[in-house]
């Protein structure tokens, strides 16, 4: 049973650092691409970084690269997201999602091709 895990989430001033933290369980974390999604309020879920387990290539959106940082610990089958120099409009709630290696490849940060989802973890970044 495939679960994912979102937490580390919190107030945080702008300007200051996040570490989001993913637990996963139920699948073989190095056969699968896992990534960091948000949604604000209302607006569309918008996907910011996948990672592939099992080589470590990386993808980041436009709008966090060289602030937001992907990586995993494979002996915890866990992967985390370090936000730096965070803005108001980092504000959302963030989710982690899982698919085959191959998602990343063929679909990127697409949120709508990726199927296992965990709970979110809400960040609030005020200004």
């Known amino acids: 049973d495939v679960q994912l895990q979102a937490s580390g989430g919190g107030l945080v001033q702008a300007g200051r650092s996040l570490r989001l933290t993913c637990a996963t369980s139920?699948?073989?974390?190095?056969?699968?691409?896992i990534g960091w999604f948000r949604q604000a309020p209302g607006k569309e879920r918008e996907g910011i970084s996948v990672?592939?387990?099992?080589?470590?290539?990386?993808l980041y959106a436009d709008a966090v690269k060289g602030r937001f940082t992907i990586s995993t610990d494979n002996a915890k089958n866990t992967v985390y997201l370090q936000m730096n120099s965070l803005k108001p409009e980092d504000t959302a709630v963030y989710f982690c999602?899982?698919?085959?290696?191959?998602?990343?490849?063929?679909?990127?940060?697409?949120?709508?091709?990726?199927?296992?989802w965990g709970r979110g973890t809400l960040v609030t970044v005020s200004s």
């Open positions: 999602a899982a698919e085959e290696r191959d998602y990343m490849t063929r679909y990127g940060l697409r949120f709508w091709r990726y199927a296992r």
């Open positions: 139920g699948f073989t974390f190095d056969r699968y691409a």
């Open positions: 990672i592939d387990a099992g080589d470590g290539s990386t």
